[in-house]
């Protein structure tokens, strides 16, 4: 059974950071492409970040610069690095594996910004 468990998270003063990871099974990691989304309360799902098998990357314009998207290929790991976080970064930011019509979520992950 495919599994995406994320760790990270959690609560962070604004200009500060945070990583988020997302461990996926062996059979899926090496093919899949990895997806960061988030939804705030209130608002429509976003996209965040997307890393190729490659390690190609792309990041949506509102986390350019400041969002870095990486994959550990020993540990089936991805990640996803947050910095200077603003308020408006607060959501739940989920992992989702993606190939062909295959698509798989992690449980999500709070991340909140506040002073």
């Known amino acids: 059974q495919v599994q995406l468990v994320q760790s990270g998270g959690g609560l962070v003063q604004p200009g500060g950071s945070l990583r988020l990871s997302c461990a996926a099974s062996?059979?899926?990691?090496?093919?899949?492409?990895f997806n960061w989304y988030r939804q705030a309360p209130g608002k429509e799902r976003e996209y965040v970040s997307l890393i190729l098998s490659d390690g190609g990357a792309h990041y949506a314009d509102p986390v350019k610069g400041r969002f870095t998207i990486s994959r550990d290929n020993a540990k089936n790991t991805v990640y996803l690095q947050m910095n200077d976080l603003r308020p408006e970064d607060t959501a739940v930011y989920s992992c989702v594996a993606r190939w062909e019509t295959a698509e798989y979520w992690g449980q999500g992950s709070q991340v909140t910004v506040s002073s």
């Open positions: 062996r059979d899926i990691f090496s093919t899949f492409i």
